[in-house]
């Protein structure tokens, strides 16, 4: 097997983090969300309880597959995105699609600092996606849709109507 591969949200800090590392590791930006919904519809099955239909967000493709090329090459998988809301949900993504094979290798760490210290603490205490965060933003993420497409053209509307 080979390396341990890091997954955070941003090139730079993908640069600073693996300054702090050996070579037993490398560092990989996901560019932030890989998921979403789609853009040109609702994108959520009201009928089954406002499950949301996430795709993979345009131009990400190339991101994916370098990082599922890589993981297929790791012995451990870290998903070191920032430690939020919307940080939990591009986890819970970069997770499931390297779901399958690489599922036992994966971990998810979480730092407030990226100093040498912090990021060897947590590669050291690695803990599981928080499904509760990822669930909150999935329901803001639903809640800003539906209001962008249900209820935004009857505001339009009503101040079009009102002048």
Do not use: C
């Not at 080979?2 to 941003?10: A, D, Q, R, W, Y």
């Not at 940080?87 to 994966?106: S, T």
């Amino acid at each position: 097997m080979g390396k341990s591969l890091i997954i955070v949200e941003s090139p730079a800090k993908a640069k600073t983090i693996s300054r702090f590392l050996d070579t037993n590791y490398q560092v990989e930006a996901s560019y932030g969300h890989i998921r979403d919904l789609p853009k040109s519809t609702l994108g959520i099955d009201i009928e089954n309880n406002f499950q949301p239909n996430l795709v993979v967000i345009r131009g990400k493709s190339d991101i994916i597959k370098k990082i599922k090329s890589l993981a297929d090459k790791s012995n451990k998988i870290f998903i070191a995105t920032d430690p939020d809301r919307e940080g939990e949900a591009i986890a819970q993504d970069v997770a499931d699609i390297l779901d399958g094979k690489n599922k036992e290798k994966i971990h998810r760490v979480l730092f407030n600092e990226i100093t040498k210290k912090a990021v060897n603490e947590a590669l050291q205490n690695p803990q599981k996606i928080d499904t509760k965060l990822v669930s909150s933003q999935r329901a803001r993420r639903v809640m800003d849709r539906i209001i962008g497409y249900k209820v935004s053209p009857f505001l339009w509307k009503a101040i079009i109507d009102s002048y």
